[in-house]
């Protein structure tokens, strides 16, 4: 007997293989059968009737590390049809460290991948999606040297090596990248080399936020080229952007260089989220100097005498009304809600009544103690249609959030609830590809991406993450200003075998884990 039987749909298995009618069964986490099974015991039986069955969906680039925390249902994700996300993107973790430089305020800041992981079994937390969580760089460097703008001496880089290589083996998915983070940005290539030759010796994953994603694009990617050149790492470009406006129009000159690449030897691919604009923190638009030693440092700079600096180099972004309305400010850290909603010329103008707008965000740095996020309208949509027909996975940038605005209470980008929904919305109103090209795309190609051996594919014997959705109405319902919407077309989602999403309906199953690269 089965445990579930999920009759009627249509599979598509992932491969990018055509369309075909088929009953898919799961017992005991895996898919056990796929055929007719019409004559088939199991305990559930799920109507497919008109849909798509297919793989669970693999989010390729998120943030949800401790969002369990906060909330287990996942539900931002899990409404689009995600199964399992990549997570600890961005250089951040939350291990690994040396011991002494914990953070003893953090209760969920660890030593090792193990330890993080045996916490959250031991634990009462939960949640309702996987994680294959890498190593964040600039978690390590901060693990042994701190916020510091100087090279690694040779013993911190032999800890940060030894760190790492304990954690891969642990069963860690690779050491991701942010080099417009601090304190990433401080690590010169000699560094990132060596650190990428050991992810290198475990066959796992080095994406990359790079240095740059507008202006100097072409000089942020060589750099990461001739990391994956010297080292043979799997490289990868996180989401991939032309984020100024003076270089839009310029996706397919971009696309040749990565192309480019790849035609020599390295192994570089790319996600990208289908949205017009980026979010991150405010402080992504301070001088990278300002920003040695950490937010306190910088709130420090900005009540001193070294104010006059710091506001000359955000200047460079907000210089006029026009910039400054390209800045949607999602999150206060708690400190000063008036602003969630709001344009940083509004605050500027309205709120704070500082005609000056570099001077209004140095303002709001300090209020909100360095913790203001922001969505960023920087994008053009030519270039993200470009890059989307490329061969590109997709990954939201986002969080595993609620579907409860009480809960999430900030005005999060839209993308935590819809970068999938939203993919798949575009590739069917402006053809971007075949759907069998699109599910691929979500959930095979990522897979590979990571080194998956048994999720990502519809394939008896594979890990039973399973998604059903309607291909007509399958979109997100979320908007900038109200981004708290569960995305819609998704009818039933299995989580290593249980049932996680019936009839469009959440259940209380929390089947989610932090899996472990083999």
């Given at each position: 007997?089965?445990?579930?039987?999920?009759?009627?749909?249509?599979?598509?298995?992932?491969?990018?293989?055509?369309?075909?009618?088929?009953d898919?069964?799961v017992?005991?986490?895996?898919?056990?059968?796929?055929?007719?099974?019409?004559?088939?015991?199991?305990?559930?039986?799920?109507?497919?009737?008109?849909?798509?069955?297919?793989?669970?969906?693999?989010?390729?680039?998120?943030?949800?590390?401790?969002?369990?925390?906060?909330d287990?249902?996942c539900?931002?994700?899990?409404?689009?049809?995600?199964?399992?996300?990549?997570?600890?993107?961005c250089?951040?973790?939350?291990?690994?460290?040396?011991?002494?430089?914990?953070?003893?305020?953090?209760?969920w800041?660890?030593?090792?991948f193990?330890?993080?992981?045996?916490?959250?079994?031991?634990?009462?937390?939960?949640?309702?999606?996987?994680?294959?969580?890498?190593?964040?760089?600039?978690?390590?460097?901060?693990?042994?040297?701190?916020?510091?703008?100087?090279?690694?001496?040779?013993d911190?880089?032999?800890?940060?090596?030894?760190?790492?290589?304990?954690d891969?083996?642990?069963g860690?998915?690779?050491?991701?990248?942010?080099?417009?983070?601090?304190?990433?940005?401080?690590?010169?290539?000699?560094?990132?080399?060596?650190?990428?030759?050991?992810?290198?010796?475990?066959?796992g994953?080095?994406?990359?936020?790079?240095?740059?994603?507008?202006?100097?694009?072409?000089?942020?990617?060589?750099?990461?080229?001739?990391?994956?050149?010297?080292?043979?790492?799997?490289?990868h470009?996180?989401?991939?952007?032309?984020?100024?406006?003076?270089?839009?129009?310029?996706?397919?000159?971009?696309?040749?260089?990565?192309?480019?690449?790849?035609?020599?030897?390295?192994?570089?691919t790319?996600?990208?989220?289908?949205?017009?604009?980026?979010?991150?923190?405010?402080?992504?638009?301070?001088?990278?100097?300002?920003?040695?030693?950490?937010?306190?440092?910088?709130i420090?700079?900005?009540?001193?005498?070294?104010?006059?600096?710091?506001?000359?180099?955000?200047?460079?972004?907000?210089?006029?009304?026009?910039?400054?309305?390209?800045?949607?400010?999602?999150?206060?850290?708690?400190?000063?809600?008036?602003?969630?909603?709001?344009?940083?010329?509004?605050v500027?103008?309205?709120i704070?009544?500082?005609?000056?707008?570099?001077?209004?965000?140095?303002?709001?740095?300090?209020?909100?103690?360095?913790?203001?996020g922001?969505i960023?309208?920087?994008?053009?949509?030519?270039?993200?249609?470009?890059?989307?027909?490329?061969d590109?996975?997709?990954?939201s940038?986002?969080?595993?959030?609620?579907?409860?605005?009480?809960?999430?209470?900030?005005?999060?980008?839209?993308?935590?609830?819809?970068?999938?929904?939203?993919?798949?919305?575009?590739?069917?109103?402006?053809?971007?590809?075949?759907?069998?090209?699109?599910?691929?795309?979500?959930?095979?190609?990522?897979?590979?991406?990571?080194?998956?051996?048994?999720r990502?594919?519809?394939?008896?014997?594979?890990?039973?993450?399973?998604?059903?959705?309607?291909?007509?109405?399958?979109?997100?319902?979320?908007?900038?200003?109200?981004?708290?919407?569960?995305?819609?077309?998704?009818?039933?989602?299995?989580?290593?075998?249980?049932?996680?999403?019936?009839d469009?309906?959440?259940?209380?199953?929390?089947?989610?884990?932090f899996?472990?690269?083999?």
């Open positions: 007997m089965h445990d579930i039987i999920l009759l009627g749909g249509w599979v598509i298995d992932g491969t990018g293989k055509a369309a075909y009618k088929a898919v069964a017992r005991d986490g895996r898919i056990s059968k796929i055929g007719s099974l019409e004559k088939d015991y199991a305990r559930v039986y799920l109507d497919c009737a008109n849909l798509i069955v297919s793989p669970g969906f693999i989010d390729s680039h998120a943030h949800s590390d401790t969002s369990f925390l906060k287990s249902s539900a931002s994700k899990l409404y689009q049809g995600i199964t399992t996300e990549i997570t600890g993107q250089g951040s973790s939350p291990f690994p460290s040396l011991k002494e430089k914990l953070d003893k305020n953090n209760p800041h660890f030593e090792s193990s330890d993080f992981v045996s916490a959250f079994k031991k634990s009462d937390c939960s949640m309702a999606t996987n994680q294959a969580i890498l190593v964040g760089h600039g978690s390590l460097r901060a693990g042994v040297i701190g916020y510091e703008n100087r090279e690694a001496t040779k911190e880089l032999e800890k940060m090596k030894a760190l790492l290589r304990r891969l083996a642990e860690a998915w690779g050491m991701s990248l942010g080099l417009e983070y601090s304190p990433g940005f401080f690590a010169g290539k000699n560094e990132l080399s060596a650190l990428s030759s050991i992810v290198r010796e475990f066959g994953l080095v994406p990359c936020h790079m240095r740059n994603e507008g202006l100097e694009i072409g000089a942020a990617i060589r750099e990461l080229v001739s990391i994956g050149k010297e080292t043979g790492a799997h490289v470009i996180s989401h991939l952007k032309l984020d100024h406006f003076r270089m839009h129009g310029r996706a397919e000159e971009v696309w040749k260089q990565i192309e480019g690449a790849r035609n020599d030897g390295v192994n570089i790319c996600d990208m989220y289908p949205f017009l604009a980026s979010c991150t923190d405010l402080t992504i638009r301070c001088p990278k100097w300002s920003q040695e030693g950490g937010n306190k440092k910088l420090e700079r900005l009540k001193g005498d070294e104010r006059q600096k710091v506001v000359e180099g955000i200047r460079a972004h907000y210089l006029n009304a026009e910039r400054a309305e390209t800045c949607l400010f999602a999150d206060d850290g708690g400190h000063f809600p008036e602003i969630v909603g709001k344009t940083l010329r509004y500027a103008e309205v704070l009544k500082i005609p000056d707008y570099a001077e209004a965000a140095a303002e709001v740095l300090i209020r909100t103690d360095a913790e203001a922001c960023f309208f920087v994008m053009n949509e030519s270039d993200m249609l470009t890059f989307l027909q490329k590109v996975s997709i990954g940038d986002g969080w595993a959030l609620s579907g409860d605005a009480n809960i999430v209470k900030t005005k999060p980008h839209p993308r935590s609830y819809g970068a999938i929904t939203e993919f798949l919305r575009l590739a069917r109103e402006k053809n971007l590809c075949s759907i069998e090209e699109a599910v691929r795309r979500v959930t095979k190609k990522p897979a590979q991406m990571i080194g998956f051996t048994d990502g594919e519809l394939k008896e014997g594979f890990a039973a993450d399973v998604c059903v959705f309607d291909p007509n109405e399958i979109a997100p319902t979320g908007t900038y200003l109200e981004p708290v919407r569960l995305s819609k077309g998704v009818k039933h989602v299995i989580v290593n075998g249980e049932i996680a999403l019936k469009g309906v959440q259940t209380s199953v929390r089947a989610g884990k899996l472990k690269k083999r």
